[in-house]
């Protein structure tokens, strides 16, 4: 598609399981972002990918959470040993490289019961 | 520091009529990005308007506009002629590329309700 892809579009899952968030960023993008959104809250940057260069992973909350990029296009996040408090939605984007636009995918929206 | 702030949570607007947006930002660089987003009660995020900080001109798209102020940091948001379906969360943010660090930093976002 034309568009950032993201499966799941929503995932219920019991607290302390894994779960794997995936994202297919617009074909050429090299910059691929991953953001998460609490209940009413605004944007928390989680982690960047851009090109082959080390990924900036300042935001990730905790080591429970990590991600990859394979092949410089689809990336993956994944959240081990699930907490309630890792529900939100995770929103992933990707722009060209100097791109002023970043575009969005619709979001995977996590629920840890 | 908060690089972005949005200090309106909610503002009512009625059908028709312009609406402005307050962003505040916080940087030292000289080159950022100032970026403008629509969220709709679906969820997604959708690209609204850029201003670069080189750009002399005014940014416009359409019914959007960005009124950007340099020297006060401001980037403020306004929707011309608005309509019942801009009803939605609408957020600032911002890009610092240093060091080829490209991400995005956000505001807070304001609530849009547009009245008929």
């Known amino acids: 598609g034309a568009g950032v892809s993201q499966s799941p579009s929503n995932k219920v899952t019991e607290k302390g399981k894994d779960v794997e968030l995936r994202c297919d960023p617009i074909s050429g993008h090299t910059a691929l972002y991953w953001y998460r959104q609490s209940l009413g809250q605004g944007l928390e940057f989680l982690i960047y990918?851009?090109?082959?260069?080390?990924?900036?992973k300042s935001g990730l909350p905790s080591d429970r959470f990590s991600a990859e990029r394979t092949g410089g296009s689809v990336s993956t996040l994944t959240i081990q040993r699930t907490q309630q408090e890792d529900s939100a939605v995770y929103l992933c984007a990707s722009s060209s490289l100097g791109g002023n636009t970043i575009y969005f995918g619709e979001g995977s929206w996590l629920t840890v019961v | 520091a908060q690089k972005i702030t949005q200090t309106q949570p909610g503002m009512f607007v009625q059908e028709k009529e312009a609406v402005t947006l307050d962003c505040t930002y916080d940087?030292?660089?000289?080159?950022?990005?100032l970026f403008w987003y629509k969220q709709p009660s679906s969820g997604e995020m959708i690209f609204l308007i850029y201003?670069?900080?080189?750009?002399?001109q005014n940014a416009t798209e359409g019914r959007y506009s960005l009124n950007f102020q340099k020297a006060r940091k401001s980037a403020n948001l306004v929707i011309s002629a608005s309509q019942l379906g801009d009803s939605a969360m609408y957020f600032c943010?911002?890009?610092?590329?240093?060091?080829?660090?490209?991400?995005?930093?956000f505001g807070a976002g304001t609530t849009v309700t547009v009245r008929a």
């Open positions: 990918f851009q090109g082959n260069s080390a990924p900036d």
């Open positions: 943010a911002m890009r610092e590329p240093r060091s080829n660090d490209y991400k995005l930093s």
């Open positions: 201003q670069g900080s080189y750009d002399e």
């Open positions: 940087t030292s660089d000289q080159s950022y990005g």
